[in-house]
C-alpha cells in the first residue's frame, strides 16, 4: 500500500511542479490585425478590385434588363422560333452572369487570403518574439468579449505584440 502512495506521488508531484510554472499569454489578433497599415493597405487593394467587378456586374445586369424588356415587349406577332431564340438567348446570358458572380467570389476571396497571409505571418512572428521573451508556455487566441473570467498566470499580450510590431 505504501509503495502504492509513493508511486502515485512520484507521478502527481512532477505534474503539480509543471502546473506552477505553465504560463498562458492571449493575444487578440483581431485588434492587432486592425491595427495595422498592412491591412488598410490590404482592404484598399481589395475595396478597389471588388469595385471593379461591381461595375462589370452592373453592366452585365443592364444588359440583361435590356434584354429582358426586349423579349417581354414582343408582341404576338413575333414568330415562334424568334420568341424562343430570345428566351434561349436571355437564359444562356442569365447563366453567364451567375459563372461571373461566382468567379469574381472566389477571385475575391482567394485575393483577401493572399493578402492577409503575409500579414498574419507577421503577426504570428511577433507573437512567438514575444512569447519566447516572456517565457510562455502557451500563447492563444484572445477574444475579449468570449472570456467570462481570467486570473493569473494569463497575461493579455495584445500591447506587447502591437509594440514589437511598431503598431499603437
Given at each position: 500500500m505504501f509503495k502504492k502512495i509513493l508511486l502515485m506521488a512520484a507521478m502527481v508531484l512532477p505534474m503539480?511542479?509543471?502546473?506552477q510554472t505553465f504560463k498562458l499569454g492571449l493575444a487578440d489578433v483581431d485588434a492587432?490585425?486592425?491595427?495595422m497599415p498592412e491591412t488598410a493597405e490590404a482592404n484598399n487593394k481589395l475595396q478597389e478590385v471588388?469595385?471593379?467587378?461591381?461595375?462589370?456586374n452592373r453592366k452585365l445586369l443592364e444588359e440583361m434588363k435590356r434584354m429582358y424588356d426586349e423579349l417581354a415587349n414582343l408582341d404576338?406577332?413575333?414568330?415562334?422560333?424568334?420568341?424562343?431564340?430570345?428566351t434561349r438567348d436571355f437564359n444562356e446570358y442569365q447563366q453567364k452572369i451567375d459563372q461571373f458572380q461566382q468567379s469574381a467570389t472566389q477571385d475575391l476571396q482567394k485575393l483577401q487570403n493572399d493578402l492577409i497571409q503575409p500579414i498574419m505571418q507577421k503577426i504570428r512572428t511577433a507573437i512567438e518574439a514575444v512569447g519566447m521573451e516572456g517565457g510562455f508556455?502557451?500563447?492563444?487566441?484572445y477574444t475579449p468579449q468570449l472570456v467570462l473570467y481570467m486570473a493569473a498566470p494569463t497575461v493579455d499580450i495584445t500591447n506587447d505584440v502591437k509594440a514589437k510590431l511598431g503598431i499603437k
Open positions: 503539480l511542479a509543471s502546473a492587432i490585425l486592425a491595427a471588388s469595385g471593379k467587378y461591381d461595375e462589370e404576338e406577332s413575333t414568330p415562334a422560333g424568334i420568341r424562343e431564340r430570345k508556455s502557451l500563447v492563444q487566441t
